[in-house]
């Protein structure tokens, strides 16, 4: 009896782990909208230099490139981005890159733009939209403040 009631034990045990989190996987970055966008090319304008980005195939880079072209004053933030609030809200899958890189065009929350020029850690959930094809002159053609910049469908 005591062994019958230890196998069904061991079996329940098997059952309950299997289908719970003994098997979880480690959390992951959601790394499915990291695929480019056809045709997703957009010239970003700073003073008089041109830089193209290129945008990923997700919801929130669709929902941005229908509002372009967008020309805005792009507050400076941190030495490492530059950030606008939109007027409206774009739809958002968010996650934790770990790592910003220079070029990085994301979402922050629903609504705020933020183009990054310095590669850093982080611990803040983004929403990535595309970013710089080449970032050569990338952070001096944006400088250390505020700055207007241009997005446009290339």
Do not use: H, R, W
Not at 7 to 35: G, H, M, P, Q
Not at 38 to 44: E, M, T
Request: net charge positive; with cysteine; hydrophobic share 35%.
């Amino acid at each position: 009896m005591k062994t019958s009631f230890l196998i069904l034990l061991t079996f329940i045990s098997i059952f309950i782990c299997s289908a719970s989190s003994c098997n979880k996987k480690e959390d992951t970055i959601n790394t499915e909208n990291n695929v480019p966008m056809a045709n997703g090319k957009i010239k970003i304008k700073i003073g008089s230099q041109i830089f193209t980005a290129t945008l990923l195939d997700n919801n929130s880079a669709k929902v941005f490139k229908k509002i372009l072209p967008l020309t805005i004053n792009m507050i400076e933030l941190n030495g490492n981005e530059k950030y606008y609030d939109l007027p409206n809200n774009l739809p958002t899958n968010s996650s934790n890159p770990k790592t910003i890189k220079n070029g990085d065009l994301m979402l922050y929350g629903s609504k705020t733009l933020v183009l990054f020029y310095k590669t850093f850690s982080t611990s803040y959930s983004y929403t990535k939209l595309g970013s710089v094809d080449d970032t050569t002159a990338f952070a001096s053609a944006l400088g250390s403040g505020n700055t207007t910049v241009t997005f446009e469908v290339k």
